[in-house]
T-cell receptor, first 112, second 115 residues
Framework: DQQVKQNSPSLSVQEGRISILNCDYT??????FLWYKKYPAEGPTFLIS?????DKNEDGRFTVFLNKSAKHLSLHIVPSQPGDSAVYFC???????????FGTGTRLKVLA | GAVVSQHPSRVICKSGTSVKIECRSL??????MFWYRQFPKQSLMLMAT?????????EQGVEKDKFLINHASLTLSTLTVTSAHPEDSSFYIC???????????FGQGTRLTVV
């Protein structure tokens, strides 16, 4: 049972436009969510996180939105840059565990 | 800050031998470290949670006698793949969580190839 899902395996966006990556989860015990960026043969790099007490968190070009009722979160990147091309994973954690459950990833390609 | 170093980045070993992978938190203390495995074009699968000074907690389906984890200090955890076989070939990644935070930071990963 995949508790964290990223239904879009890939996404292409023009440079300068907005990239929106989506993530859905099923476990209502998750209360902390994170986004990571990953290049091939490298470890994931932390981008941004959000606690379930918030519905939005912003850091520079990256904004994460959380809709608890829909069990859905999204990562917005604006403006998108070619260097943003990578695989993006969302991850979720339940209170007290510190374990992350990762989604399957979305490959973002930003076209120059 | 929050740098995690994993070594080696790449290793090739013969079937039946053991391989040790190190994970170090360079600028923070990590009471908890995690070991993941990633197959090509798939997600990161948590193998085990490593707590300093105590036994690791393994996820269902992960053989603890095959994947030995030692978290000897607040900055070092090791994963030993014992009696490696070709099916153990994979990308192994560690992460470490600074105290009092919920973000974990990842090492660079280790590409293990068993021939």
């Amino acid at each position: 049972d995949q508790q964290v899902k990223q239904n879009s395996p890939s996404l292409s966006v023009q440079e300068g436009r907005i990239s929106i990556l989506n993530c859905d989860y099923t476990n209502s015990m998750f209360d902390y969510f994170l986004w990571y960026k990953k290049y091939p043969a490298e470890g994931p790099t932390f981008l941004i996180s959000i606690s379930s007490i918030k519905d939005k968190n912003e850091d520079g070009r990256f904004t994460v939105f959380l809709n608890k009722s829909a069990k859905h979160l999204s990562l917005h990147i604006v403006p998108s840059q070619p260097g943003d091309s990578a695989v993006y994973f969302c991850a979720a954690s339940a209170s007290g565990t510190y374990k992350y459950i990762f989604g399957t990833g979305t490959r973002l390609k930003v076209l120059a | 800050g929050a740098v995690v170093s994993q070594h080696p980045s790449r290793v090739i070993c013969k079937s039946g031998t053991s391989v040790k992978i190190e994970c170090r938190s360079l600028d923070f203390q990590a009471t908890t470290m995690f070991w993941y495995r990633q197959f090509p074009k798939q997600s990161l699968m948590l193998m085990a949670t490593s707590n300093e000074g105590s036994k690791a907690t393994y996820e269902q389906g992960v053989e603890k006698d095959k994947f030995l984890i030692n978290h000897a200090s607040l900055t070092l955890s090791t994963l030993t793949v014992t009696s490696a076989h070709p099916e153990d070939s994979s990308f192994y990644i560690c992460s470490a969580r600074p105290q009092h935070t919920r973000e974990a930071f990842f090492g660079q990963g280790t590409r293990l190839t068993v021939v």
